[in-house]
Structure formats: structure tokens, C-alpha cells
């Protein structure tokens, strides 16, 4: 883990790196967050993520106090200063103190953190093996109430589905939206391959646009396969010859089975096995040096 966290501007050790109680991030979960790799000391998508919080921020009307390209000099010098080639980034930003009530004009300034850490979300073996997932009841946020495309600081809805896919011995969970469409798992969006044809929901299906999810897409069209955006179900699901996950903290993830129903032939898929390795190869190729 790294010593620092930047903190509106400093670099503060990370014991000391603290927030008001008044800040309505904490009070109302009023905030925006980024999740972002790097790795051999480069930053992986570094212009997509930063983009994505400040579209984010646009969306709940929060100003961010500083430019794109002072946020991204900071970013790679927490990542810099954390002495560590790989790791995971966290920078947040939340609407600032203020009086208790909702009213976010009544916040003083922002507050802007940077968190720079390692990150294994899942044991090794399920990336090797496979995962199992299951369905839960809690659906996926609606658009017209909370768009699932903010990277917000509400994260309840996804926090509950994690509960009840480890209740019923899951890592992970798949999410439907309100019409009972496969929207994207907890902290991942999901792909499922059919006579080699990749699938993933549309955004509008209610998942947040995913910067693996595109890189993935990238690189399978690369490979000459083509990937669909649709809407499936749980049954197509079922049915698929392989599944997968992808996120910044859980990357690329066979899944091999879903409620039960056993993928394929109950092993990682082989085009998913390519893309898992494809995947790795540009991590390792592309992003922006740390110096
Ligand atoms: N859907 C949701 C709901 C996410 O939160 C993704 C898809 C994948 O998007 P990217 O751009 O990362 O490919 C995410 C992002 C965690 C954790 O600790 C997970 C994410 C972000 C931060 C933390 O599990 N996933």
C-alpha cells in the first residue's frame, strides 16, 4: 500500500488523511468516484477514467474544482510516490461540508482524494478455474432514478446484491434490470459467447459503460470477433457456450457457472481464455508513464 493519499492538493500520510463528518459525501453518499489500474508503472485508460468521473460529476451537478490535466498530473503522482509498479487508484470526490439537509449549495468546496493501493479482488484459483455466480433479486438501479452510468458515491445497490450473492456461496452477482434483463454483475459487466459471437447489455440495459468492457471489445474485434450489444436473459445466460466478466478491479473472469446451470463444459471458454491473455498482453503494453 502506498504511505500517501493526495488530499485536495498534498500529499498526506495515509493515517493522517481524514474528511469532515459534515461532508455530505458521507452524510447523503453525495460524490463520485473512480476506480483505475496501473501496471509496470504505467496507468491503464488514464483519459478514459478521468473523463468518466468528470462526466459523472456533470451529471449531479458538481463542479470539480480543478482541470481534467491537473487531476491526471495527480493521479500519477500519487502513483509515483507509492513506490509500487502495480496497484489499484481510487481518486474520489465528494460535494464537501456542509449543513446537515440535502441541499448541496449549502457545501463548501469539494473535497478531492486520491487512495493508491494494491488490489487482488478474487482468489487466483477462480481466475484459473472459473467462477460461479448466481442471480439475486435485488435489481439494478433504474435509470430514471439513480443512472447506473454515474460512478456515484451510492454504491447500496450494489453492496446489497454482493450480500446476497455471498449468502448463497457467490463472489459475484448477476443484476437485472426492472423489465428482468441481465444489466451487468456487482462491480463488473458481463459477456456471454455464442457460435463465437461475443454478446454484452447495452448501457441502457441499466450498467455503468465499462472501460474494460470497451478495451475487451477493442481487442476481440482485433482478434476478428464480433461483439453485440443486446439486451438477453437469465436463459440465455444458461445457454451460452461461455461467460465473462470484466472491471478494472476484477479485470478479465471466466465465469463457469450461473444459478446453478453449468457453462459450456464447466471450464474457462477458449476465446475467453484469448481474451483473458490479450487482455494481459496490452495492460502490460499500453498506458500513460507514471514518469
Ligand atoms: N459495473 C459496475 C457497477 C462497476 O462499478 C464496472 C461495471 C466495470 O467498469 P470498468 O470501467 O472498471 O471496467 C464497475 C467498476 C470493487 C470495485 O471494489 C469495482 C469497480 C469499481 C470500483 C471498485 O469491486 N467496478
Redesign the pocket.
Known amino acids: 500500500m502506498s504511505k500517501w493519499v493526495w488530499l485536495n492538493g498534498q500529499l498526506v500520510e495515509r493515517e493522517k488523511a481524514a474528511i469532515s463528518v459534515f461532508d455530505h459525501g458521507i452524510l447523503y453518499g453525495d460524490g463520485v468516484?473512480?476506480?483505475i489500474r496501473f501496471y509496470d508503472r504505467k496507468v491503464f485508460k488514464l483519459d478514459?477514467?478521468i473523463d468518466?468521473l468528470f462526466n459523472s460529476a456533470k451529471i449531479i451537478m458538481l463542479e470539480i474544482p480543478i482541470s481534467k490535466d491537473e487531476l491526471k498530473k495527480a493521479v500519477l503522482l500519487s502513483c509515483r510516490e507509492s513506490g509500487l509498479a502495480n496497484g489499484y487508484i481510487?481518486p474520489v470526490v465528494t460535494r464537501g461540508s456542509g449543513a446537515l439537509g440535502l441541499a448541496p449549495w449549502r457545501c463548501s468546496n469539494p473535497n478531492i482524494f486520491i487512495i493508491v493501493d494494491t488490489?487482488q479482488?478474487y482468489p487466483q484459483e477462480l481466475y484459473d478455474n472459473g467462477m460461479p455466480i448466481v442471480t439475486v433479486a435485488t435489481r439494478r438501479n433504474i435509470p430514471e432514478a439513480l443512472n447506473?452510468m454515474i460512478?456515484s458515491l451510492n454504491?447500496l445497490n450494489?453492496i446489497m446484491a454482493k450480500i446476497e450473492a455471498k449468502n448463497a456461496g457467490a463472489e459475484e452477482a448477476i443484476m437485472l434490470n426492472h423489465d428482468g434483463y441481465v444489466a451487468?454483475?456487482?462491480?463488473?459487466?458481463i459477456f456471454i459467447i455464442r457460435n463465437g459471437v461475443i454478446y454484452t447489455p447495452p448501457v441502457y440495459a441499466g450498467?455503468?459503460?465499462?472501460?474494460?468492457?470497451s478495451?475487451v471489445i477493442e481487442l476481440a474485434a482485433g482478434m476478428g470477433i464480433k461483439t453485440v450489444e443486446k439486451m438477453f436473459t437469465r436463459a440465455e445466460v444458461y445457454t451460452s457456450d461461455e461467460c465473462f466478466l470484466?472491471?478494472?478491479?476484477?479485470e478479465v473472469v471466466p465465469v463457469i457457472s450461473v444459478d446453478g446451470r453449468i457453462i459450456g463444459d464447466g471450464a474457462p471458454g477458449v476465446l475467453t481464455r484469448k481474451l483473458v491473455d490479450a487482455f494481459k498482453d496490452y495492460t502490460r503494453k499500453s498506458g500513460t508513464p507514471v514518469e
Not at 451487468?184 to 459487466?189: I, P, R
Not at 470484466?246 to 476484477?250: D, S
Open positions: 468516484f473512480e476506480g478514459e477514467h468518466r481510487r488490489l479482488l447506473p460512478k454504491y450494489n451487468e454483475c456487482t462491480g463488473d459487466n450498467s455503468l459503460p465499462g472501460i474494460t468492457m478495451t470484466t472491471g478494472t478491479a476484477a
